[in-house]
């Protein structure tokens, strides 16, 4: 199985690299923008477009394998992740940065089999990074090894948290809280709009955490194992272990962090995937 997870992972990269293309050449170009559940929930075409090329190449290699992707979902598809071999795809995570022409925008592509994350790509075509981790072989950008941050003291750390796109008062409310909570216990917050990078960037070792409420399985599959491999844990808010379709997530780059930010987090119940 390790060789052909590297084989789908190579491929797959590939793929990547390609719909990265298509999403720089649109992304100094008009966008194309429409609303799905609210005026700030934006689609634009080349995200469908980019589901749609990546979705197709990869089929056209590996026939047998299921596909989960957010336009797909959107437009009534189903949202399931069984044993079988199984790529979840973000076609550009960070959406409404690439509309407002932001950089941090990327292509999300993780590879569950028998429902864990095996493979992860988050390509950021305008930035220029690419983070891969392939599961028992690290985790890297553009190549070079990536370790987490080694702080164990919240208060010495910097968060990322996110507003997100849901307009639901109840939902808002308590993530302004969260947000005013881990203000006041770590050196700052930072939300880049896009789940994938921000997963990456605990990765990588320059923020100790991600908290989140709302994303989907899309969002964070190629992140979970980023992050892992990388060194650092990925959680429920809670605490508790994560359920990838349970729209929420805690990343953290050990377990310390991780228990101190889940202590002054209310947690919030979604919708599931
Ligand atoms: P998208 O750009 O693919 O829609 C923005 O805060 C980040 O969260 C983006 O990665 C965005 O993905 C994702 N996101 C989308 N819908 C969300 C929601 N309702 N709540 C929280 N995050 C969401
Ligand atoms: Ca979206
Ligand atoms: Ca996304
Ligand atoms: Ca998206």
């Not at 997870?5 to 590939?14: N, P």
């Not at 220029?128 to 750390?157: M, P, R, W, Y």
């Amino acid at each position: 199985m390790g060789d052909e997870i590297q084989e789908y992972f190579k491929h797959a990269l590939m793929v990547a690299k390609e719909a990265g293309e298509r999403v720089k050449t649109d992304f100094y170009r008009n966008k194309n923008i429409s609303v799905k559940e609210n005026f700030a929930d934006l689609v634009t075409e080349t995200d469908t477009a980019v589901e749609e090329l990546i979705v197709a190449k990869l089929k056209q290699r590996f026939p047998d394998h299921k596909f989960i992707g957010e336009e797909a979902v959107s437009a009534g598809g189903h949202c399931e992740l069984t044993d079988s071999p199984t790529w979840i795809i973000d076609p550009i995570d960070g959406t409404t940065n690439f509309v407002h022409s932001v950089p941090h925008t990327c292509i999300s592509i993780g590879l569950a089999v028998n429902k864990e994350i095996v493979a992860g790509i988050v390509h950021g075509p305008i930035l220029g990074e690419t983070f891969t981790a392939v599961k028992g072989h690290g985790a890297f950008c553009n190549d070079v090894k990536l370790s987490v941050s080694t702080i164990q003291d919240l208060k010495q750390g910097l968060v990322i948290i996110e507003g997100g796109t849901s307009r639901v008062p109840g939902v808002l409310d308590t993530k302004i809280a969260n947000l005013k909570k881990v203000v006041e216990n770590c050196h700052g917050i930072r939300a880049y709009g896009s789940a994938a990078l921000d997963m990456c960037f605990v990765a990588k070792g320059s923020h100790e955490a991600y908290v989140e409420h709302g994303i989907h399985v899309w969002d964070i599959a190629a992140g979970k194992l980023i992050v892992e491999e990388a060194g650092g844990i990925v959680c429920d808010p809670s605490g508790d272990a994560v359920d990838l379709m349970s729209r929420r997530v805690l990343a953290a780059c050990n377990k310390e962090i991780a228990c101190q930010l889940s202590s002054i987090i209310t947690n919030i119940t979604l919708e599931r995937d």
